[in-house]
């Protein structure tokens, strides 16, 4: 009995784990350690060289604050609370971080990780259908290298990188047959944002036609349930709208472009094939070799999401650069897992080189990788206006209630009241509408400084020259100046 206890003790230790670990789980670890590490260094650098503002960096940081200061999270940078804007529940889990880590380091590491991890269950359902290991990591990387992923991180944060990993270990999950892993999974991936069903509606229905049409059904409603309660009941509730963004449909919204799809189809069709949306399917697609067309049901899940993507009015949306690309590619990549083991043995060398050398040329074409041809520009940490940016603040107070220039207040989020200016002098970007826009709010009163560039444009200036008089320069510099309330410094 002791020596099996033993013997039970040992198969289970740290160094017998770390043992068991095969060459091509150490070849992932490493190529989502390195990916976490170098897209945090390079997301602060962006960062400390004032390439972030309160869209989309700075309102995350004050809302995950005020949650771990067990306030509500009203936004002030945006005038909107932080779950009506979107239904991201999922941002909960960083709330203990920002106990005891808040910075911009913590958040741009958990967004890096969250992308990188969405390698994991590419691989595992590499292994768990191709059964050679070296298919399953490289197809990983494939995933890793596909350009929608890397620029996900480039673009501040936004919580819809944590869908990467989630929804995928559902697709894994689905396909394996694994129900309850599933069902935590489903949840989890709602929990980021309330248009997840687009995602996971899909998914369902595949459950339904391939596995169990019973559960398939029962994660169609669960879904489609959870995305009414979230825009209906959560957001109305919070913010007197259940979206925001029904401006985004063409042809006037919902009702009207369904309508538009029966009587005059040439303009829908004129408008799908309008300013490079073709072109962006071609680069959401190109990198996996379109491999998945050989047994597309599984890539077909992220159908809806890139149908909704080039059918926007958003510019955005249909641009590889932005976060809403990101939610279709865990669904390509399983796809593309799924469709080389329905091929015969002798083929699945040949298919997966060649999405290896098309997601590869896709990320030096068009991705963020070092080797990728157009990387982005940046100011360093160390540019002149950075530099003197950082010092022009540190002496701002803690709890002061401020208005600065629009990528200083990523700088200053973490407070009760901040505002992007001219807000609050006059409302911009702020509120659930644009009902506010340019009127003067009853949060000017309580500005106590303010943080501008030495040169603005002219309406700008013209917003200060009505406020200047109730505030004093306290310091200046090359690049920026610093207003603190008079009232404050006659204060005894």
Known sequence: ????????????????????????????????AGYTTYFTKISLDVHHGLGTSAYDYGLYDQGLWLMSRFKAPFVTLMGRN?????????????????????????????????????AVPVYLLG????????????????????????????????????????????IYAA?????????????????????????????????????????????????LSFMALAMFVVMRGLVGVPTRNGWRVPFGGPTAFIKAVFTRPQDVIRHLWSNNRPFYLWQMTV???????????????????LFTNILSTFWYQYQIEYHYSLVAVPALAMGTVYAVSKVAQRWRVAL??????????SAWAWG??????????????????AVDARAIIADIPDDAVVSAQYSLTAHLARRSEIYMFPTPFAAELYGPDDSLGGRRLAAADRVEYVVLPMTMEARFELVWSEESGAFTLVDINDWWRLYQRTSMIDRP
């Open 127 to 170: 292994r768990r259908l191709l059964h050679r290991e070296a298919h399953a990591v490289l197809l990983a990387a494939c995933y890793l290298l596909h350009p929608a992923v890397g620029w996900t991180n480039r673009e501040n944060f936004h919580p819809d990188a944590f869908i990467a990993p989630l929804l995928g270990v559902a």
């Open 82 to 118: 932080l779950m009506g804007d979107h239904s991201s529940f999922i941002l909960v889990l960083l709330v203990p971080v920002y106990w005891v880590a808040p910075s911009a380091g913590a958040l741009f590491f958990a967004q890096s990780l969250a992308v990188a991890l969405g």
């Open 287 to 305: 990198p996996f070799a379109w491999v998945f067309a050989r047994a597309p049901s599984v890539a077909a899940i992220s159908a809806v999401v």
């Open 175 to 223: 396909v394996a047959g694994k129900w309850r892993l599933y069902a935590v999974f489903v949840v989890l991936t709602l929990l980021v944002k309330e248009d997840a069903s687009l995602v996971l509606v899909p998914l369902g229905a595949w459950v339904a036609l391939k596995r169990d049409r019973r559960i398939g059904i029962a994660s169609i409603v669960g879904c």
């Open 368 to 385: 963020v990788l070092p080797f990728s041809r157009n990387l982005p520009y940046y100011w360093a940490p160390g540019h002149p206006v």
């Open 1 to 32: 009995m002791i020596s099996g206890l033993v013997r039970s003790v040992q198969l289970h230790s740290p160094r017998t784990r770390l043992q068991s670990i095969t060459l091509g789980q150490w070849f992932l670890i490493a190529m989502i």
């Open 352 to 361: 997966v080189a060649a999405v290896l050398c098309t997601s590869v040329w």
